[in-house]
């Protein structure tokens, strides 16, 4: 995994130095107006905006239709409808010049998945194909063309920015940012969305210099690919929007380690690598597809100080709006700091994981346990099969630990939680030996664990369950016996209870 990353990040370096000596050498970005790489495109028409950005507006199926913004007529028999809303995708960084496959996924899940709406690609692969610090600098000039395209809507058919929604990737949505601050007047743009915002020559930059909440109404993002090598993260790690996403701590992304560049590779040949690298970049993208196709199946996400507390799984509380929905259905209520939102993922699409908070309590035990915990929940839909739990330390008494469980399935609700202790493997020993030596010894030597309140809250449905011994039984659990613990009780009663409060 960690191999991937280097490489990743040398590849970076290297364009990174690469285009530093090209500045000195060059004096003028190569003619921005002479295109002809994309496939199958059609031609552009000579009248661009400064970037000499094609923007182009998806028909039925994949065909598109070229705007060209100074003559908006070629809107109307585009087939441009200004009642409904505006989404351009903005692609980013350009190693071959080509545009990247997700950009046409993308731009079709939206016009099949939702009802009415303008689709259109931002190309400017032209300006992306250089090396990385020349494609950077140019992101302000392609977000004169962003703005001046929505100028243009704006005075020819009234068409209110704040009906457009700007989705970029990488050093496109720093692109949609410079757009939204180019807008001048009162009206802003209604959304950005940032997929895995770029780092390099962005992060720790101001406000103004970036993508930032202050560039349309609401602003969220989804950040992928953030681990550090050498001062340098791909995609940046600070906060941008008004909420933020890092989804499994936005560093790196389950499926996109080292295993998988040997498939990768055999799928693609050399590109695989490339491939490989652009995994977890690309994984933002993947996700907000994921919104759109499977919309039974939307992704929560919680507030969070950071990843290590939300691993820990005592951030799974959705009060107050401190949790979101990934993606395009996203829940756009503003609140007055920026947020920070974590969650887990599958490694392959569907996405989505349930998250689960698992609590206990021990009352007594026998001294000097390092417990190794096997639990597994039985809901009214599904069973969880067996979860392993390892404590970090020696359990201290009274003392309440929470876990964070995620699961591919929803449980339903929750009614059966089993329960097996395995202890360390030094006092599986000694006790196998005492059993041995004395084997009338009994139960009283046998180490013991006295377990106080149990529970288990589901992240998705802010449900907690209780959970108690079973009638004329004790919290008591001896090593490596099953213990089955049931639904307290009063659990129907305080969610009774809570419903009617809320
Ligand atoms: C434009 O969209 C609206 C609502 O989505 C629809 O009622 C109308 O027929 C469309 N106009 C054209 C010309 O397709
Ligand atoms: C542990 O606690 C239980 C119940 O509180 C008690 O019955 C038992 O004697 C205690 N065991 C030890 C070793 O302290
Ligand atoms: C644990 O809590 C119980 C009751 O709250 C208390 O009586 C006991 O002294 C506590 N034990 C320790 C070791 O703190």
């Not at 585009?78 to 809303?85: D, E, K, L, Q, R």
């Not at 395209?149 to 496109?172: E, F, I, N, T």
Request: glycine share 10%.
């Amino acid at each position: 995994m960690s191999v991937v990353k280097l490489l990743c990040c040398l590849l970076l370096t290297y364009h990174l130095c690469e285009g530093k000596k090209i500045k000195g050498s060059r004096a003028a970005p190569p003619d921005a107006r002479q295109r002809g790489r994309t496939r199958g495109g059609p031609d552009v028409g000579p009248d661009l905006g400064p970037g000499g950005t094609a923007f182009r507006l998806l028909l039925d199926g994949e065909d598109t239709c070229t705007l060209d913004p100074p003559r908006l007529h070629a809107l109307a028999s585009c087939g441009f409808n200004a009642s409904n809303p505006l989404i351009i995708i903005t692609h980013g960084w350009s190693v071959d010049g080509m545009m990247e496959s997700w950009v046409l996924r993308l731009a079709t899940a939206l016009k099949k998945n939702l009802a009415g709406v303008n689709v259109v690609i931002a190309d400017w692969l032209s300006l992306a194909h250089q090396h990385y610090p020349i494609a950077a600098q140019s992101t302000r000039t392609v977000g004169q063309d962003v703005a001046q395209l929505l100028r243009a809507l704006q005075k020819q058919l009234q068409y209110p920015v704040r009906k457009a929604h700007l989705v970029g990737y990488s050093l496109g949505a720093h692109i949609c940012g410079f757009a939204g601050s180019f807008l001048e007047g009162p009206e802003k743009i209604g959304r950005i969305t940032g997929l895995d915002p770029a780092g390099p020559l962005f992060e720790g930059m101001s406000a103004t210099d970036r993508l930032s909440p202050d560039d349309a109404e609401f602003v969220d993002a989804i950040h992928t690919f953030t681990h550090e090598r050498m001062g340098l993260s791909v995609g940046i790690k600070q906060a941008v929007a008004h909420y933020d996403f890092y989804p499994n701590g936005g560093d790196f992304q389950p499926g996109c380690d080292l295993q998988n560049i040997y498939e990768h590779i055999a799928q693609y040949g050399l590109l695989g690598f490339e491939q490989t690298v652009k995994c977890a970049h690309e994984r933002s993208v993947h996700l907000f597809i994921d919104s759109l196709l499977n919309r039974d199946k939307q992704i929560m996400a919680f507030r969070c100080r950071d990843n290590s507390a939300f691993d820990k799984g005592v951030c799974l509380d959705c009060h107050k709006n401190r949790c979101n929905t990934l993606g395009y259905n996203i829940n756009r209520v503003r609140t007055g700091t920026g947020q920070k939102l974590y969650l887990k993922t599958r490694p392959r699409m569907p996405y989505k994981l349930f998250h689960y908070q698992f609590r206990i309590q021990f009352i007594n035990q026998t001294e000097g346990m390092e417990p190794s915990l096997t639990i597994s929940l039985t809901g009214t839909k599904e069973e969880s099969g067996d979860l392993r739990i390892t404590f970090p330390e020696k359990i201290s008494i009274n003392k309440t630990y929470t876990f964070l469980i995620t699961l591919d399935k929803d449980l339903g609700e929750l009614m059966l939680l089993k329960f097996q202790w395995e202890g360390s493997a030094l006092w599986r020993n000694v006790w196998t030996r005492v059993q041995t030596i004395i084997p009338w010894g009994g139960r009283k030597g046998k180490p013991q664990l006295t377990v106080g309140r149990i529970s288990v809250k589901a992240g998705e449905t802010q449900e907690r369950t209780s959970f108690c011994a079973m009638e004329n039984d004790v919290q008591r659990v001896d090593m490596s016996e099953d213990k089955v613990f049931v639904r307290c009780k009063d659990n129907t009663a305080r969610q009774h209870r809570r419903k009617h409060r809320g």
